[in-house]
């Protein structure tokens, strides 16, 4: 029963609003403050290229991804490498990062054979670990999008491709 002579509200009984300093939006209720980026001596913000980085290697680690990309990333990628040998670790992720926390989409080739559902958690499981211990943030989900999955034949194609002899002007072999 409540004791209606006290006429002091605890802290429970007062709404969080702007005057409080509390945060009157939802997702700011259902966010807990990341107390390791956020200390009374400072705050550490973290970009959103960072985490899609960190979050591309950490994919591309785990067994049974081919490629990471759907088919224009992979395109556009494919073009970038010929031109500066350069690659975009990044190509297929999208990461949010918002208060201390992240979210982590990304999209992937996989090898044919791979159980995808297995894959796609170890995926999830790879990026959280890594992110996490690297940045401090608090991944909230990572979203997989399998795109394409990559058939043993795709392989020797691309071999042969890359091992047919490379002529120059003067129309000689070159060793590679």
């Known amino acids: 029963m409540m004791d ?22 939802p997702e700011a209720a259902a966010q807990p403050r990341n107390e390791a980026l956020e200390t009374e001596h400072g705050s550490t913000v973290i970009d959103d290229n960072v985490v899609g980085k960190i979050a591309g290697i950490a994919a591309r680690e785990v067994s049974g991804v081919h490629n990471l990309g759907g088919g224009a990333a992979r395109m556009w990628g494919a073009v970038r490498e010929s031109l500066t040998a350069s690659t975009n670790v990044q190509q297929g992720v999208n990461v949010v990062v918002e208060n201390g926390h992240a979210d982590v989409a990304v999209a992937i080739i996989a090898e044919y054979g791979v159980a995808i559902h297995e894959l796609a958690n170890a995926i999830r499981e790879n990026v959280t670990i890594a992110v996490t211990r690297m940045t401090g943030l608090i ?20 071999e042969a491709v890359r091992n047919e002899p490379t002529y120059p002007a003067n129309g000689q072999v070159l060793e590679q």
């Open 139 to 158: 991944v909230d989900r990572v979203d997989v999008t399998v795109h394409d999955v990559n058939l043993p034949e795709q392989n020797t194609e691309e």
């Open 4 to 25: 209606t002579n006290n006429q002091n509200p605890t802290s429970a009984d007062v709404p969080a609003t702007a005057e409080t300093g509390g945060s009157t939006t």
